[in-house]
């Protein structure tokens, strides 16, 4: 089991940033894929962020490159999603995602479907 603790939602103005940090179990950070996906009001869970927790090398959807950052803290078994430049689209709520390493070809995975364990999500509002 892998338990996910998101964090750091709220409302902002165009332009403004945020971060969103999500902490994952003890012990389970070397061995998990992570993905950070949004949901817009009617619209499909949408992949924009992703990649091996531990590594360094991250996957970003096209809406979001160059504008959101992933990092980690191995040492406090947390991913930060640093959001700039948010734009009103960019509202929904925020989940972070898991899903065991071993049970994937590649750390590259975008489809909600094949995460196993999700944080509760986070709320983020850009006004215009």
């Known amino acids: 089991q892998v338990q996910l603790v998101e964090s750091g939602g709220g409302t902002v103005q165009a332009g403004d940033s945020l971060t969103l940090s999500c902490t994952v179990s003890?012990?389970?950070?070397?061995?998990?894929?992570m993905g950070w996906f949004r949901q817009a009001p009617g619209k499909e869970r949408e992949f924009i962020a992703g990649?091996?927790?531990?590594?360094?090398?991250?996957y970003y959807s096209d809406s979001v490159k160059g504008r959101f950052t992933v990092s980690r803290d191995s040492a406090k078994d947390t991913v930060y999603l640093r959001m700039q430049n948010l734009r009103p689209d960019d509202t929904g709520v925020y989940y972070c995602?898991?899903?065991?390493?071993?049970?994937?070809?590649?750390?590259?995975?975008?489809?909600?479907?094949?995460?196993?364990?999700w944080g509760h999500g986070t709320q983020v509002t850009v006004s215009s």
């Open positions: 990649g091996r927790a531990s590594s360094s090398r991250t």
């Open positions: 995602a898991a899903l065991w390493a071993h049970s994937s070809t590649n750390d590259h995975v975008t489809a909600a479907s094949r995460y196993d364990y």
């Open positions: 003890s012990g389970t950070f070397s061995l998990i894929i």
